[in-house]
């Protein structure tokens, strides 16, 4: 079975400052993706950004973006310029490609919860 | 579109005493999926649907859970026999593909006292 270990239960990051969120997962398959999502206070979870295990290049959207190490199963997130926004509950997740066992579910590390002060 | 909608979002309820919680997942959305969170911890997956079919059950769900999706519309997630251990943030999301992105909805608190 897959596992995702986030070994930052809390961070804080000054407005405007970058912060990197630390993920690794444990799987013996070769395809798979990865995800972060964002779970503001009395929110639902929203997707950040996605990762597909065969590509190399790391993703991005708009200030976010990952540091994909497949051989060493670390996945990050890099927020730049963080807003007072950022706030929230950040979660890692993965999931077994199409045909992988248990490819229907998301295995959430236990996130970390990221304060941005002003 | 107004998203994935879970009603109710908070539920108190007595030991023992049944609940029964409502997704209804965005329009023609035809994956369901229902997920369990723990305070402290990340959400753990429950069970599966692709339209009317539950075609995955994780081994969480206990004979005292059972879900439904008729028509393969709205889903419900029913627990029998309330224990203090069910106390959790129960968790719909549905997708369009099943390797597509899933969204959440805001989720249904339960308090079991």
């Known amino acids: 079975a897959q596992t995702v270990t986030q070994s930052q239960p809390e961070m804080s990051v000054q407005e405007a400052e970058t912060v990197t969120l630390s993920c690794t997962y444990d799987t013996s398959e070769s395809d798979y993706y990865l995800f972060w999502y964002k779970q503001p206070p009395s929110r639902q979870m929203i997707l950040v950004i996605r990762?597909?295990?065969?590509?190399?290049q790391n993703a991005t959207e708009n200030r976010f973006s990952v540091n994909f190490q497949k051989a060493a199963k670390s996945f990050s997130l890099k927020i730049s310029d963080s807003q007072l926004g950022d706030a929230a509950m950040y979660f890692c997740a993965y999931r077994s490609a199409p045909g992988g066992a248990g490819s229907y579910q998301l295995t959430f590390g236990k996130g970390t919860k990221l304060s941005v002060i002003p | 579109d107004t998203g994935v909608s879970q009603d109710p979002r908070h539920k108190i309820t007595k030991r023992g005493q049944n609940v029964t919680f409502r997704c209804d997942p965005i329009s023609e959305h035809n994956r369901l999926y229902w997920y369990r969170q723990t305070l402290g911890q990340g959400p753990e997956f429950l069970t599966y649907?692709?339209?009317?079919?539950?075609?995955?059950k994780s081994r969480l769900l206990s004979d005292r859970f059972s879900a439904e999706r008729p028509k393969g519309s709205f889903s419900t997630l029913e627990i029998q026999h309330t224990e203090q251990g069910d106390s959790a943030m129960y968790l719909c999301?549905?997708?369009?593909?099943?390797?597509?992105?899933?969204?959440f909805g805001q989720g249904t608190r339960l308090t079991v006292v």
């Open positions: 990762q597909e295990a065969y590509k190399q």
């Open positions: 999301a549905s997708s369009p593909g099943t390797w597509t992105e899933a969204f």
């Open positions: 649907f692709q339209n009317e079919a539950q075609l995955e």
